[in-house]
């Protein structure tokens, strides 16, 4: 065999960081690679506030990719560990993939981003998403447009939700990954226990159904998981964190009405997710400034030693 021919047949493996203004559509390219939903889609900014590690593994080779932070200006230390969340995982990843909105067009943010990547060494791919939206004439000025700020390994247009030329971009970044082996097992998808991932589609459910402020000022806090010997039902407690009692007032809605729908649409995505029946508790409480308070913030699950 030839030496060509052992470095084809090398598992290959590495770590892929997803960065981008908020709401490009990380997250929803995420969840079509997976095959499952592992990290919250809204069209509210900001939607995803920790790094999301998702999992895809071949016969030949496994891709770790990591939905970050959108990045924009922060407004409170919530925003700033955001933003730390996503800047920081440019160092540790073995390729970035740049992804932007091809309706929305280069922006100040997009500048910025493009500053803190002139600052790594890591290769940079430029994903152009939600290509589905424009006239394919419109793709060559965008692509000249940002080509000329940065010299970028390769230029994909896709779109995520609709999943074109999501296999040819998943092609492209196995050329980038070096040999390594297979960090995770093959069945696994996410390095985020359950809990984090139910309490993430418990959040989504509210982003959705509430407007203005509130969507920004929730976070939502586990009590309790468990599933019993002699049943088949998952009970779940959670407590959805807000920051002033009108916020309190419009989840819970008229008669509990609100909070009730909140339950609802969440039980369906967490049953799907765990594969069982569950049983879900919520409950609304008020923490003042919640977004601005370190230690309420590591009781969150934001902590900044981690990233």
Excluded: C
């Excluded at 922006?107 to 940079?124: A, H, Q, Y």
């Excluded at 779109?159 to 097992?185: H, R, V």
């Excluded at 409950?283 to 981690?306: A, C, P, T, Y």
């Amino acid at each position: 065999m030839s030496n060509k021919q052992i470095a084809e047949n090398e598992f290959k493996s590495g770590f892929i960081s997803i960065i981008g203004r908020p709401n490009v559509g990380k997250s929803t390219f995420l969840n079509r690679v997976i095959g499952q939903k592992i990290a919250i889609m809204s069209d509210k900014p900001q939607t995803t506030r920790n790094k999301v590690q998702g999992v895809y593994t071949t016969d030949d080779s496994q891709m770790i990719f990591i939905d970050t932070p959108g990045i924009h200006k922060p407004k409170h230390k919530l925003g700033d560990f955001m933003m730390k969340v996503a800047t920081n995982t440019l160092r540790e990843v073995d390729l970035i993939l740049f992804m932007i909105n091809a309706v929305e067009g280069l922006g100040r943010g997009d500048e910025f981003i493009i500053e803190k990547l002139k600052e790594v060494k890591t290769p940079v791919f430029l994903v152009i998403n939600k290509i589905d939206q424009i006239h394919p004439e419109e793709l060559l000025s965008i692509i000249e447009q940002y080509k000329d700020l940065f010299d970028f390994k390769e230029v994909i247009p896709i779109s995520a939700l609709q999943g074109n030329n999501t296999e040819k971009l998943l092609a492209e970044i196995k050329k980038y990954l070096p040999a390594g082996p297979q960090y995770y097992p093959a069945d696994q998808i996410t390095d985020h226990p359950e809990r984090f991932i139910v309490s993430e589609l418990i959040r989504e459910k509210v982003l959705h159904l509430t407007r203005e402020e509130v969507p920004h000022s929730i976070a939502v806090v586990m009590d309790k998981m468990e599933k019993k010997s002699d049943s088949d039902v998952v009970h779940i407690m959670a407590t959805i964190v807000v920051e002033r009692s009108s916020q309190k007032g419009i989840i819970i809605g008229k008669q509990g009405s609100m909070l009730k729908e909140v339950g609802k649409r969440a039980r369906v995505d967490i049953e799907h997710l765990l594969g069982s029946k569950v049983f879900l508790e919520l409950w609304v409480k008020v923490q003042k400034d919640w977004r601005n308070k370190i230690n309420q913030l590591r009781d969150f699950g934001f902590r900044e030693d981690e990233y």
